[in-house]
């Protein structure tokens, strides 16, 4: 007989004891009060962070929310996209969807030593990330949703997979739908995730090729594009993902794509006039905010999921920027 807690028992019992009250770290679960203990003010920390860091740059609120879908779509929301690359070690800001595109580190930067001060090595870069994003769309006037917290960050990144795993502005349907799936988002989600572009802007190579070659365009529309983008150069010159409202988290989008005004080729895709159930959707969202907000805050509940690291996986990282 062995004993445990002061009781007796066979060793196959404590066993079997001991299995169901210390369940190895790795299958730990997220949870939205994964840090009401080990660190309470957490949350308000980056939240006040975030929303002084918009009003100073709106622009900044669509960068955050970007920040995290790129990290979720390489190796699961786990902070690779923040390290930088060192002697022995190439990461994945330098991946073609994310070259001199990603904005938004230092902002993350400064909430992480903000958290370090009030509890040290508790708070995941990944978490900041995730809670940066939602923050940012509540401060732009979006939906609000609650994030489920404990992911940890990784010791690894792949550019590589940046570069093939985020979906490009040139997609087309097919492919946008392909991409989300392969990360257990169904199209629906897609949709409803794709609204992340009424806010943000784009570089003029990024949709050059749509305003002077696409025919599924309204002309007036591209005509005003083309004034700030020109055939053969700018190619860095910025236009707002959504020209209606384009800092401010509406459903200004999708009545753009359905006016045919929609920036990315990628993005017009989304409705083609085709009658499918994407095109609906976007229908759908056009004319009812409520809907989309709601769509939009679950899909983002489900992305934030994806292969989070858990339990004793990766490392609380003490500067996003490298592994401890």
Sequence with gaps: ??????????????????????????????????????CPNALSIIRTAVRAAVARDRRMGASLLRLHFHDCFVQGCDASLLLDDTSTFTGEKTANPNNNSLRGFEVIDAIKSKLESACKQVVSCADIVAVAARDSVVALGGPTWTV?????????????????DIPGPTADLRTLISSFSGKGLSASDMAALSGA?????????????RIYNDTNIDPSFASSLQSNCSSSGGDNELSPLDSTTPTVFDNDYYA???????????????????????????????????????DFASAMVKM?????????????????????
């Design 148 to 164: 489920e917290l404990g992911r940890r960050d990784s010791t690894t990144a792949s550019l590589s997979s940046a570069n093939t």
């Design 256 to 294: 753009n794509l359905v006016r045919e005004r929609g920036l990315l080729h990628s993005d017009q895709q989304l409705f083609m006039n085709g009658g499918g159930s994407v095109e609906s959707q976007v229908g759908s969202y056009a004319t009812n905010s409520a809907k989309f907000f709601s």
């Design 1 to 38: 007989m062995a004993s445990f807690r002061g009781l007796s028992c066979s060793i196959a019992l404590c066993s079997l004891i001991i299995s169901f009250f210390f369940v190895p770290l790795a299958s730990a679960q997220l949870s939205p009060t994964f840090y009401n203990t080990s």
């Design 197 to 209: 572009h009424t806010i943000g802007q784009a570089r003029c190579f990024l949709f050059r090729a």
């Design 304 to 324: 934030a999921s994806i292969s989070p690291l858990t339990g004793s996986s990766g490392e609380i990282r003490i500067n996003c920027r490298k592994i401890n």
